[in-house]
């Protein structure tokens, strides 16, 4: 399938906005077999979005333009729509009223210029929007089928997964049904995770497994796309496949599918009815925040301490002793006796400590760092240090995710200490 992505907007075009929607519906329609064939980003002007909607049903098969459902007079996609296809707009009476009641449910009267929202072009099938006022809608103009969604990333998101995506497949025919298994990792790089899984493919040989990474750094997500005549068909081609990746990443996995590193934790905590206490120094409260926000936090997380000196992390936590005399003294030990004071000062059954101490601050592409983590479970306790060369966000990332990650690994049995591709040198 032939599929272009329109992207529309002023803001868009000169870069007041990062275009985040074009990348993600790509790597969406990717990650389900559907690869977009050409991209273009066109300004609020009648002329060039008639131009580019003729010139894209003149070669596509399927088109996504996103943006220009809005109510304003620079909202233009419904209008264009309507007179590259050479139909007339007509009012849409049951999103009309889906619109009126969407503002009275927040008490609010509906603007009269909303309406536009609910003119759309003659014999467009509407798609539905419950998370917003902008419906998307389906209409063929040249040989394409045109798929119109709003702007607002959350909207275009919903309705992408859940009403775009399956009428697409459909279009496609053959072989419907597809399974995309994620599996979120940290330690690895792209290229090492690539050589582990060399050959995994051929478990499915039939060709119908398809491999992919994603890199966002600290994490690399792994990807595996499988397609087949029926649901029981791909999980008898994903079962085995599935396995072998545990078996060859294993401890790395940190989350799977829509899972996330730092809900895991909090499954984990919650599970062994634990609770949680964090200090941490460089990362500034990151740490926290990735568990504080977390629906059920509220009984687990109990409390976050920040400090940025050693002198002050001995002060804060009433440690016994005097302080070390600069960051370079910076321990596992030190971040032991912080986790495990943090731990008794909140009450909690564990404790976490991500310690960081900075060298060579005057050349910032380039720092050289020592993390420390420490687990403290009340008379039990794990602890790693490790080095990651960087800039200042290249370090904070890591060690938010290496401190995570080694409260993951201490819940779930495993070591924590063990050597990831991001260190300088090896852990000890």
């Not at 050409?38 to 909607?53: E, I």
């Not at 849409?92 to 509906?110: C, I, S, V």
């Not at 309705?159 to 330690?187: D, T, Y």
């Not at 960051?327 to 991500?354: F, K, N, Y």
């Amino acid at each position: 399938m032939l599929i272009e992505v329109i992207c529309t907007g002023d803001e868009v075009l000169t870069g007041k906005i990062v275009n985040t929607n074009f990348s993600y519906i790509a790597q969406k329609l990717e990650d389900f077999g559907l690869a977009v064939r050409w991209g273009l980003t066109v300004g609020d002007d009648r002329a060039d979005l008639l131009r580019a909607f003729l010139d894209a049903g003149g070669w596509a098969d399927a088109v996504i333009v996103n943006g220009g459902l809005g109510p304003t007079v620079d909202d233009l996609s419904q209008e264009v729509a309507a007179e590259a296809a050479g139909v007339k707009l007509v009012l849409n009476e049951d999103w009309l009223t889906r619109m009126k009641a969407y503002f009275e449910g927040r008490g609010r009267n509906m603007p009269e210029n909303n309406v536009k929202q609910a003119m759309l072009p003659e014999g467009a099938e509407l798609i539905d929007n419950p998370v917003g006022t902008a419906c998307g809608f389906a209409l063929n103009i040249g040989k394409a089928r045109f798929y119109f969604t709003p702007g607002v990333p959350r909207e275009l998101r919903r309705m992408l997964e859940r009403e775009i995506l399956p009428r697409m497949l459909e279009k496609q025919g053959a072989k419907n049904v597809i399974r995309l298994k994620r599996f979120h990792s940290f330690g690895l790089g792209e290229s090492h995770v690539d050589s582990l899984l060399s050959g995994i493919e051929q478990l499915v040989p039939d060709g119908s497994l398809k491999l992919g990474f994603r890199a966002h750094y600290p994490q690399l997500e792994t990807k595996l796309t499988v397609r087949g005549a029926s649901d029981a068909e791909v999980q008898a081609k994903l079962a085995p496949v599935e396995a072998e990746v545990h078996k060859r990443i294993g401890n790395f996995i940190l989350a799977e599918d829509d899972e996330t590193l730092e809900g895991v934790v909090l499954t984990l905590l919650a599970e062994r009815q634990a609770s949680l206490a964090v200090v941490e120094g460089f990362s500034g409260g990151q740490l926290a925040a990735r568990l504080a926000p977390l629906p059920g936090s509220e009984g687990v997380f109990l409390r976050g301490i920040v400090v940025r000196r050693l002198a002050e992390l001995y002060g804060a936590l009433g440690l016994d002793g005097n302080a070390p005399p600069d960051e370079a003294a910076l321990t596992p030990e030190v971040a032991v006796a912080a986790a495990e004071a943090v731990r008794v000062q909140a009450g909690a059954s564990h404790g976490l400590a991500l310690l960081v101490a900075l060298e060579n601050e005057q050349e910032p592409a380039n720092i050289h760092s020592t993390i420390c983590v420490a687990v403290s479970a009340g008379g039990e306790v794990a602890s790693r240090r490790s080095r990651l060369i960087g800039n200042r966000d290249w370090v904070r990332l890591g060690a938010v995710e290496m401190g995570l990650d080694s409260l993951r690994r201490y819940l779930k049995g495993l070591p924590i200490r063990e050597k990831i591709d991001f260190e300088r040198a090896a852990p000890n």
